[in-house]
């Protein structure tokens, strides 16, 4: 997006919209570019494609070349993809940066053209640098799947989230199928969701706090200062921080754990020891203070750490329905990616490509 | 060299008081007569001087940038003294203060007297700053006489700033002794690692590191703390590009002090706020970053009311390759000298009502008084002919650059304040034309 979209008005302006077009509309970058109806028509999407037949999902893109740029490494987010990608009938490409030209100094703009030239059709990126989806979008023009940027969003993990929420409380009831539930603004009225750990690092905390409060959650964030700053209360509407712990977790319907990301704690003064007596989640403060409340954990989880193995396990936790909700809303992202419209971008991209 | 009649402008010479029609001869390359209008036209006609007609136009001293980055010694493939020198005419400039974060960095006579040579081909005058310290490591001081007496006209580390106190007290010290100003980038460093925007409620969404206020404005009080220890020498602290409320606040608080504190601003912190960063625009990351609104409300508030001396641009060109790249690993900085007049005219004259002659003052004998520069500034008899004629409310658009980098948020701007002419020591420069090339 260029600045001088509306300047006199840009000096003083306070809002950019985030609506530009710069870069192809199957792009899915920030959680904040989708709407509610479009979040709906991915979950319904998600449910159909799932429901489907295996041969008839397995035509849907078929041939269709998908890059996987994982400049981090991944288990969950990268296998998922994938997963999804081939059950599409995708080709799938892994490029990552140890064992690439990244490692000799290429750019990541040269790394996309280079992908697209090679017939990449749709880029999933995983990369340490904030905003760099939007970098790699801009210059491939090729729809770009948001992986996790560095601390700024997962996308994909929010809405896999969301799904995953739907499918144990909110309207379902645990009778109706995930489908049915029709996102709007009052779909999570009267849930509060709690996001407890390392937030200022947290890619997944910012785009469930961007994502669930628009569909009328209260996101509560808790966690030492030192991890999760005064600010970050104003991310947006429906988002609170609470300290404490224990207050967190009573009034909460999802108790959501974050790991402590120990590689990027450099420089911070944190007490661990002091930090597992106040935040992790063991199976004796669950049942005083959350006994009906849902678990999660985005992975990868430090079991001991940020929580204990039997709330890990136990019946509270949805950590591995988590996994299994990610490979069909990758899916339905996938086809959202390369469906009809993005072919015809392609065809444009391809034209574009010098000879 | 031809003499130059200028005639029918409207004369705006902030040091000498005049805002009035007044006519122009130029002769030798020096002011040989300012009069009223018509006055001249006898003594222009003897001398067969070349008529330029400034009727609807702003007749000013050329402006002085204290603050740029030329990249010669080092770095032409980002800019050279010609070309950046060339940038700054068609921006209406006739003086410019390079800043010594060259490669090697500017810290010999040598270094400042090669960047002076008539064989860099500059358009227009350039003095250059020279480093506080060896190689601005911040641990030796350099030799300020001998840079002084190569050509330097002030002291600084900018882009890194003097952290130590001893070190910043010795170099306003041995700046006071020799006669130089030490102009500091006021950054604390070891609390803004891996930061590339403004800290707050933004950054933290965007998920990037940001860069407090405190870092900017703790520097800033310390160093007029340590200043104000020295109030029985002429030591002299000029704040770089200052950005924030708070380090306004703290100068500002110096000046009522007596203490001999000056600060800049530039145009993007001015005319920016932090929301420019939007989707991850390289071109909104430079350092200082761009603030949150209440700071720009301030700075146009200390531009109004004299606390700030001067604008200045810190342009600090960037090759493509280097600003295509992620926010975070880009480099710091945008080139500004072509948008500087219309930048003002348009944020602080039309959008704020700052009067014309206010903004000349902050273009022309305000940077010429926080430098020192007695021959800069003003067009009364016997200076240096370097002025500027241009047209306040006539558009035009920021499409090219003669800069050889094109890293500017600005590009596609359309803004007040057509540059009609520069003139640099009587040679007339023409921004449409190829400006001396």
Known sequence: ??????????????????????????????????????????????????????????????????????????????????????????????????????????????????????????????????????????????????????????????????????????????????????????????????????????????????????????????????????????????????????????????????????????????????????????????????????????????????????????????????????????????????????????RAATKARPA | MSAILIRGGRLIDPAAGIDAPHDLLLEQGIVAAVGAPGELDAAARERHATVIEAAGRVVAPGFIDIHVHLREPGQAYKETIASGTRAAAAGGF???????????????????????????????????????????????????????????????????????????????????????????????????????????ALSFRLGLRGMSVEAESSIVARDIALLATMRDTPAHLHVAHLSTAAALDAVRRAKGEGLRVTCEVAPHHFTLTEQAVGDYDTHAKMNPPLRSEQDRMALIAGLADGTVDAIATDHAPHAPHEKEQEFERTPNGITGLETALGLSLQTLHQEHKIPLARIVELLTSGPARVLNLTQCGSLVKGRPADLVLFSPDETWTYATSHSLSKNSPFLGWTLPGRIHATIVAGRVLDPEKSLGA
């Open chain 2, 94 to 200: 006739t003086t410019v203060c390079a800043m010594p974060n060259t490669t090697p960095v500017n810290d010999s006579p040598e270094i400042t007297r090669w960047m002076q040579a008539p064989e860099r081909n500059a358009a227009i005058r350039v003095l250059p700053i020279a480093a506080a310290t060896r190689g601005s490591m911040g641990e030796q001081l350099t030799d300020y006489a001998a840079l002084k007496k190569a050509g330097a006209v002030a002291i600084s580390d900018d882009g890194k700033p003097i952290l130590g106190d001893a070190i910043m007290r010795d170099a306003l010290a041995l700046g006071a002794r020799v006669g130089l100003p030490v102009i500091q980038h006021a950054e604390n460093t070891d609390c803004t690692h891996g930061a590339s925007m403004n800290l707050g």
């Open chain 1, 1 to 346: 997006m260029k600045i001088s979209a509306n300047q006199p008005a840009a000096a003083a302006s306070s809002q950019q919209t985030s609506s530009s077009f710069s870069w192809h509309p199957g792009s899915a970058i920030s959680i904040g570019h989708f709407s509610l109806p479009d979040v709906d028509r991915i979950l319904a999407r998600a449910a159909k494609l799932e429901a489907m037949p295996v041969p008839r999902r397995a035509k849907l893109l078929q041939k269709r070349r998908v890059a996987l740029l994982f400049y981090e490494s991944s288990t969950r987010t990268r296998t998922s993809f994938e997963l999804a990608a081939k059950s599409l009938g995708a080709d799938t490409v892994l490029v990552s940066a140890l064992s690439s030209s990244i490692e000799k100094g290429e750019s990541l703009k040269d790394t996309g053209l280079t992908l697209r030239a090679l017939g990449a059709e749709c880029i999933i990126l995983r990369h340490p640098n904030s905003g760099a989806p939007f970098l790699l979008a801009r210059e491939t023009g090729l729809p770009v799947l948001n992986a996790g940027d560095g601390m700024h969003e997962h996308p994909s993990q929010a809405l896999l989230d969301l799904r995953t929420i739907l499918s144990r409380i909110g309207r379902a009831q645990h009778t109706r199928p995930v489908a049915r539930v029709p996102i709007d603004e009052k779909t999570l009225a009267g849930v509060t969701v709690t996001i407890t750990g390392d937030i200022l690092h947290s890619r997944v905390a910012r785009s469930n706090a961007l994502l669930l409060p628009r569909l009328g959650a209260q996101v509560v964030l808790c966690g030492p200062p030192e991890l999760l700053p005064e600010m970050a209360a104003d991310i947006g509407p429906g988002v609170s921080i609470e300290r404490d712990f224990e207050r967190a977790l009573a009034r909460s319907q999802v108790a959501m754990m974050l790991r402590i990301q120990k590689e990027r704690l450099a420089g911070l003064q944190l007490d661990l020891a002091r930090y597992i007596e106040r935040y992790r989640l063991n199976g004796e403060r669950l049942r005083r203070f959350a006994p009906e409340a849902l678990v999660m954990h985005p992975g990868p989880m430090i079991r001991g750490l940020e929580i204990t193995s039997d709330v890990a396990d136990g019946p509270q936790s949805a950590i591995t329905e988590q996994v299994h909700h990610g490979v069909a809303v990758r899916m339905a992202l996938l086809a959202r990616a390369l469906g009809a419209t993005a072919a015809r971008s392609h």
